[in-house]
C-alpha cells in the first residue's frame, strides 16, 4: 500500500489554522492524515475531496473554538471552505464531521468508512477491523502518532474534571 502523506486539501486547510494549532499541528495533521488512508482503504477507492475537507476539520473546533464540545464548531468550518475547494454537499460533508463518534453505524458507506477510520486511529489500531495490523503499521510508519494521543488524553481527563456528568459531549448515539 502506497501511504498518502499529504493531500493538498488537508495542507491548504491545515496551513490556515497552523496559529491555533500551535505545536499540535504535526501531531494533528498526521492523525488527519491517517484517517484519511483508513478511509482510503476501507472504500477501496480514493477518497473524495468532501471527506478530504471532512478529515482536515473534523477535530479542529478543539483548537480554533477552545473547546472539548468540538462537533459543530468543526462542522462550520466545512461551510467556511467548502466552495474553495468546490465542494457543493455542503450537509453531507458536514455530517461526515457531525457523525464521526456516532457509536451505532451509519447508513451511507462514506460517512461509515469515515466514521471507521476514525475509530482506528482513535484507538491506535486496536480496533482496526476490518482493516488487518499490517495496514495499520504500514500507516503509522509513515505517520507516526507525535503524541496526539496523549494530547487526547490530557484534554479528556480535564474537561472530565469540570464536567463529571457528561465527560465525552462528542460522542453520539
Known amino acids: 500500500m502506497q501511504v498518502q502523506t499529504a493531500h493538498p486539501i488537508v495542507d491548504a486547510v491545515l496551513d490556515r489554522y497552523r496559529g491555533e494549532l500551535g505545536e499540535s499541528l504535526d501531531p494533528y495533521r498526521n492523525h488527519v492524515l491517517r484517517g484519511l488512508n483508513y478511509q482510503q482503504l476501507l472504500l ?83 480496533l482496526r477491523s476490518p482493516l488487518g495490523r499490517a495496514d495499520v503499521e504500514s500507516v503509522v510508519a509513515q505517520l507516526p502518532y507525535l503524541g496526539f494521543h496523549a494530547y487526547l488524553a490530557r484534554r479528556a481527563a480535564s474537561y472530565a474534571l469540570t464536567h463529571p456528568l457528561h465527560p465525552l459531549p462528542m460522542v453520539r448515539w
Open 44 to 126: 477501496r477507492d480514493a477518497v473524495p475531496d468532501a471527506a478530504a475537507l471532512a478529515w482536515a476539520v473534523h477535530d479542529l473546533g478543539v483548537w480554533t473554538a477552545g473547546t472539548w464540545d468540538y462537533l459543530a464548531p468543526s462542522a462550520d468550518l466545512v461551510t467556511t471552505h467548502a466552495a474553495e475547494f468546490g465542494i457543493d454537499d455542503i450537509e453531507g460533508t458536514r455530517r461526515l464531521v457531525l457523525d464521526h463518534h456516532r457509536l451505532r453505524r451509519i447508513d451511507d458507506r462514506l460517512g461509515e468508512t469515515f466514521r471507521i477510520a476514525d475509530r482506528i486511529d482513535a484507538s491506535r489500531g486496536l
